[in-house]
C-alpha cells in the first residue's frame, strides 16, 4: 500500500491547494456531465465530481491518460484526482507523494490514487481485478462510471449508484498535430518526431492514424485493415470483419459512388468491439443495390 504523504508534504499541500486551484489543469472544463456528477459513499454522503468552484463548470477531468482535477465532498473537503501532468508524459507512476492520481487504462479502466488531505488516499482498483464489474471504469458508448474506490477512512465509494456519467473524453494536444501528447509522448518519447504524416514503420498508416485507430506505429503488420469480407447475395447479406482496439470505438461507413461515405446505420455510427479479442465482425443487410462499397473507421471515444 502507500504511504501517506510524509508530515513536511501534507501541510504544503493545504497552503498550495489555493495556488492549485488556479492552476490551468485543474480549473480546466470538466468532462463529468453537469446533470450527473455525483459519486456516492455510505459513510460521507454525496462526491461531487463537477461542482463550479472556484469557477463554473471546475471539477474532474477525464482525459485519455489520466484524469485531473478535484472532487468536492460537503464532509470529507477536496479530493485530488492529479495534477494532469504525470512525471512520465502519459501515466501517474502512484510511487511517491508527487506523482500521483487515476489513470485512464485501457478500455476505460480507471486505476491508481485520489487524495484527500482530511481522508487520505483512495484507491481507484486496488485489489479488484481489472475485468471485475466492480473495477472503476468509464463505459465509452454512456459515459457512465461504474465500480468502487476504496478509501480505509471513508469506506467504498460507489461511482455507479447516482448515475455519475462522463459526458465527454479529453485528448490533450499540445502540439496540434492531431495526436494526443500522451500516445505521442509514450510511443515516441517526445512530441516532435510524429506528425499528421510521419508514417515510422512504413505500413502506409500515418502516425496519426495509428493513434486514432490505437495501433502500433512501429510494426507495419499492425493497422486498422479489414481480415475478412463475404458476399451472400441471396440474402443481401454482407459479412465484414475488421481488426479492432478494445481503447477505440468504431463506425461503418458505406457508398455506392466512392465520394460521399456515411455511416451504414445509426446502429453502426458508434460502436463498441467485440472485448478480448483483435477483431470485430458486423454483418450489413444491404437491399438489392448493385454495388456498395464499406470501411471500418476507428472512432476516439467520448469525442465529439
Ligand atoms: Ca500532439
Ligand atoms: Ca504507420
Ligand atoms: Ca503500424
Known sequence: MKTRPSSHWLPALLISSFAICHSSFVIAQSTISAANPHAWSANTGFITFRHGSPVADSGIVIGDAVLSGKAWSANCGWIDFGD????????????????????????????????????????????????????????????????????????????????????????????????????????????????????????????????????????????????SLSENAALHRTTLEFTTSPVRMYRIETTTDLANWAAFSPALNYFAPVPNVASTTVVLDHGADARRFYRPVAVLPLSP
Open 84 to 227: 494532469g501532468t504525470p512525471a512520465n508524459g502519459y501515466f501517474y507512476g502512484n510511487g511517491n507523494n508527487t506523482d500521483y492520481g487515476v489513470n485512464h487504462f485501457a478500455g476505460g479502466a480507471l486505476s491508481g490514487l485520489a487524495y484527500g488531505a482530511n481522508i487520505g488516499w483512495i484507491s481507484f482498483g486496488y485489489g479488484i481485478a481489472l475485468d471485475s464489474p466492480n473495477h472503476p471504469r468509464v463505459n465509452y458508448l454512456t459515459g457512465e462510471l461504474t465500480g468502487y474506490a476504496w478509501s480505509a477512512n471513508c469506506g467504498w465509494i460507489n461511482l455507479a449508484s447516482n448515475g455519475l456519467r462522463a459526458a465527454t473524453i479529453k485528448y490533450v494536444d499540445t502540439d496540434n498535430d492531431g495526436i494526443a501528447d500522451a500516445w505521442e509522448i509514450e510511443n515516441f518519447g517526445n512530441l516532435a518526431a510524429a506528425s499528421a504524416t510521419s508514417d515510422a514503420d512504413g505500413d502506409g498508416v500515418s502516425d496519426k492514424n495509428e493513434f486514432i485507430a490505437f495501433t502500433d506505429p512501429f510494426d507495419a503488420e499492425s493497422k486498422l485493415r479489414i481480415v
